[in-house]
């Protein structure tokens, strides 16, 4: 079922089976959420990529941006899939080109995105897409780099929320879309 902050369409994947959780990690009390066990499963990381296809498939997507490194894994098959373009967004220092940046706070510290200056046109239609929403920090910093450039996001979408880190909430305050195929309570 899909956890949308817009209460659309829903599917029947369920990727919650697949995730890991790893106590106590990257620090003690965090329950890491892992997502490398869905995706080392062939039949079921086309469903998870059937299942953003299938929530945007008749949508006017004129780009997928995604959120590095995680969101490089999700976007990449989707725009395929979407026959759209893909752009990354990355952390500091690995892009190569002209950049405009953005920075963030993150659970555990603080970091800044970039994004190349000329990888989004002014009114491209954008799918913004990461693997979990925690604080909100790492998507709200992207679709600031996709606002900026001219761009509009046309919703923010990942794998797992943690809504009580309240990065959904906040998200949906600032006026982005959200959409989630799965949620875990606690942080």
Request: hydrophobic share 45%; aromatic share 8%; with cysteine.
């Amino acid at each position: 079922m899909s956890v949308d902050s817009n209460k659309s369409t829903t599917h029947a994947f369920d990727p919650k089976a697949y995730i890991r959780t790893v106590p106590d990690w990257p620090k003690p009390g965090v329950q890491f959420r892992d997502i490398t066990t869905l995706m080392s499963d062939a039949r079921v990381f086309r469903q998870l990529i059937d299942a953003f296809v299938l929530q945007y498939a008749d949508q006017p997507v004129d780009a997928v941006v995604g959120i590095d490194a995680r969101g490089f894994i999700l976007g990449a098959p989707l725009a395929y899939q979407l026959n759209t373009g893909f752009i990354p967004v990355r952390k500091q220092g690995k892009l190569p080109f002209d950049t405009l940046e953005e920075a963030y706070e993150l659970e555990y510290g603080q970091g800044v995105l970039q994004i190349h200056a000329d990888a989004l046109s002014p009114g491209q239609r954008v799918l913004v897409i990461d693997d979990l929403i925690a604080t909100g920090g790492t998507l709200q910093a992207a679709c600031a780099l996709v606002q900026r450039l001219g761009a509009q996001v046309l919703e923010c979408a990942a794998i797992v929320d943690l809504p009580d880190l309240g990065g959904s909430k906040a998200l949906t305050q600032a006026g982005f879309k959200v959409r989630t195929l799965c949620a875990f309570e606690g942080d």
